[in-house]
């Protein structure tokens, strides 16, 4: 009989509740939406590496990401994402999140007038629960809420504002607030919106994001490249500083977004 230790099983639960909710939801596609197919299920797998500098006497250690993300248009004013992360440091931690992305308008109804993240002038709001487990002492579960607005002002671009909420104050965090700009270098033509969720085939869209809180800042560039209609691998490159202790950090991950039933 197989014996699971506490993280195992809190990760089991947490991949029980994203397969329950996403797999009855799995149904044949139908329209074309910001985030995929209504009723379709798309994810996207990424790996990262993250090194760390800091001054003399200052434990530090690089590394390594390995995550999965699943999301459906559940309706068309609605979107239900989960996902799970698992970051080898000096030991291992397992994050997880669940969110909702909710647009006021319906982003179906593009009339010509949209880009990427949805319909020209109408906000797309997202609302997040997520959490940090230490693999070695499972009860040291610590949560963060997020939240994030954005608007499409334009079909090449969009701007937003986001924060972040964590429940352990005093472990240094430096995205407690940011702000967003999303650039679309192509446009898509008149009957094509959504072809690619990320984009127009064959041209880069770059997602910047820069913010901070009392403990330092962050600035992070993601640029997307989509390949195919169901198909987008992203690069993304992240920096962050922190004035005392002093410590800096740059991480690079590559990220494919796989849009089934196109």
Known sequence: MIRFKKPQRYLLVVLSLMVSIFLPLGVEAAEKHPDGLVG??????EAAFTSVAAENNVPHTDRFQFGLDLAIPAANLLTVMAGYQLENVDSVFHHY????KVYPGNPLVTRGHANPDGVIGL??????YG????????????????????????KSLSLGIGGNYYQDRELVQVDE?????????????????????????????????????????????DILMPLKQN????????????????????????????????
């Open 131 to 154: 959490g940090r487990v230490p693999d070695r002492h499972v009860d040291n579960h610590q949560y963060v809420i997020s939240g994030s607005a954005l608007v499409p002002v334009m």
């Open 40 to 45: 379709q299920i798309n994810g996207s797998f």
């Open 97 to 100: 999140f669940v969110a909702l």
């Open 177 to 221: 607030y940011y702000g967003m700009v999303n650039f679309f270098t192509g446009s898509y033509l008149p009957g094509e919106e959504y072809s690619n969720p990320d984009g127009v085939e064959g041209t880069p869209s770059f997602y910047l994001r820069a913010g901070g809180s009392s403990d330092g800042f962050f600035g992070q560039m």
């Open 123 to 128: 906000p797309v709001f997202s609302l997040g």
């Open 231 to 262: 198909l987008t691998l992203v690069l993304n490159l992240r920096g962050q500083r922190t004035p005392s202790p002093y410590t800096r950090s740059a991480r690079i991950g590559i990220r494919i977004n796989y849009y089934p039933g196109r």
